[in-house]
């Protein structure tokens, strides 16, 4: 394997890590539904109350809070998971010509496509979005309807999300780089041969 496959499998590797992580809070965001369904038929307003604030929720945990909770978690999943399923290969493309490319060819996509669009892309986004998470930190923006407080935590995912996927597909354009100088692209999971 050349050193530059090594290096840029690493990166990939390390970038993917907070995804597999956050596939946990699927967990959470069960309980949340679960507890939200049986509040509701309860009516209730108000789960829990404390006489302290704690970040995101305030002094209170209420159904509005329980229902954003489930939305926000699912935003961290996809924004942290964004790397981890570039990673295993499982991001959508369009199979139509490319799954019948050699898998030179497809090397060569993969790498023209992540330094042309991937990474201009989340530079981009990442840059944008960092004014977008100040901006929710100094006006302390929090929820309308009762629900959670301090969004830019919430917030403050987007740049990570989109760091962790520059990350990878830097570590991705190295590895293919390697895998074009060393003459021997490997077969990847995405082959069509392997699909089940």
Not at 47 to 54: A, P, R, V
Not at 114 to 120: H, T, W
Not at 134 to 143: H, I, M, N, P, V
Request: hydrophobic share 50%.
């Amino acid at each position: 394997m050349h050193p530059l496959e090594r290096f840029g499998q690493a990166l990939m590797q390390l970038s993917a890590w907070p995804g597999r992580l956050s596939s946990w809070l699927i967990l959470p965001i069960i309980l949340s539904v679960l507890v939200g369904v049986v509040g509701g038929l309860m009516r209730l307003g108000e789960l829990f109350g404390w006489g302290f604030s704690i970040p995101l929720f305030g002094s209170r945990l209420t159904m509005a809070s329980l229902t954003e909770l489930e939305w926000h978690l699912l935003g961290v999943i996809v924004m942290l998971g964004a790397a981890f399923t570039m990673v295993e290969e499982r991001h959508v493309r369009v199979d139509l010509i490319y799954a019948n490319l050699s898998d030179r060819k497809k090397v060569t996509i993969d790498l023209l496509g992540d330094i042309f669009l991937l990474l201009p892309f989340c530079a981009i986004i990442f840059w944008l979005s960092l004014g977008f998470v100040d901006l929710a930190y100094r006006s302390g923006e929090k929820s309308d309807y009762g629900g959670l407080t301090d969004r830019y935590l919430v917030k403050a995912i987007i740049p990570l999300g989109l760091a962790l996927l520059f990350a990878c597909g830097l570590g991705r354009v190295i590895r293919n780089i390697g895998f074009l100088l060393s003459g021997r692209p490997q077969r990847r999971i995405d082959d069509s041969s392997n699909a089940t």
